[in-house]
């Protein structure tokens, strides 16, 4: 069963940092492309960063440019967003989403806060 867990959430002042971790099962990660998304409260679900499969390029959304960075551990089947110079504005749960078959899998999300 193709299953994901997000984990590292927290709460954290402005200019802080965090890092998300996104285990698999189920499946080989390295063999498909991997998305986290966001969603803040009263806003649509927004994507945030991926990164491919086949030759790891990442993809980032303008708000996170330059301040976050999506990497995945093979070895540990598990993708990672490090987020750093964190700012109000990223507050949401976090999720990371996977295409398998004809299909999308979700993660059950995890919770960040950025608040002095």
């Known amino acids: 069963q193709v299953q994901l867990v997000e984990s590292g959430g927290g709460l954290v002042q402005p200019g802080g940092s965090l890092r998300l971790s996104c285990a698999a099962s189920g499946f080989t990660l390295h063999n498909y492309a991997i998305g986290w998304f966001r969603q803040a409260p009263g806003k649509e679900r927004e994507g945030v960063s991926c990164i491919e499969s086949s030759d790891n390029s990442t993809y980032y959304a303008d708000s996170v440019k330059g301040r976050f960075t999506i990497s995945r551990d093979n070895a540990k089947n598990t993708v990672y967003l490090q987020m750093n110079s964190l700012k109000p504005e990223d507050t949401a749960v976090y999720y990371c989403?996977?295409?398998?078959?004809?299909?999308?899998?979700w993660g059950q999300g995890t919770q960040v806060t950025v608040s002095s």
């Open positions: 989403r996977v295409r398998v078959g004809v299909g999308y899998t």
